[in-house]
């Protein structure tokens, strides 16, 4: 790939046909571990910065895995009494 006059680039045909990048489209540039890395404007990298410091005060009573596993189990045994019905 080649930079050309005022940085711009091409991405190729293939890589934007297989990502369902379209012409007029947005990207976001970031620089990660030293890479340039492209994403779509509406895409957030690292998600949990965005709920840090969503759930401040809120207190687990038992460890997390625990707590998933029964939450886990509860929405099965919910899902499988509207099977059978």
């Known amino acids: 790939m080649k930079v050309l006059q005022k940085g711009k ?3 190729p ?26 994403f779509p404007e509406d895409t957030v990298p690292n998600p949990t910065e965005l709920l840090s410091g969503l759930a401040g005060g809120v207190q687990i009573k038992e460890p997390l895995k625990q707590e998933l596993k029964k ?13 059978i019905r």
């Open 9 to 11: 680039i091409t991405i």
């Open 13 to 38: 045909v293939g890589i934007r046909q297989r990502l369902g990048i379209d012409e007029g489209d947005c990207l976001k540039l970031q620089i990660v571990d030293n890479k340039i890395v492209l």
């Open 71 to 83: 939450a886990a189990a509860a929405r099965i045994t919910k899902k499988a009494s509207r099977a």
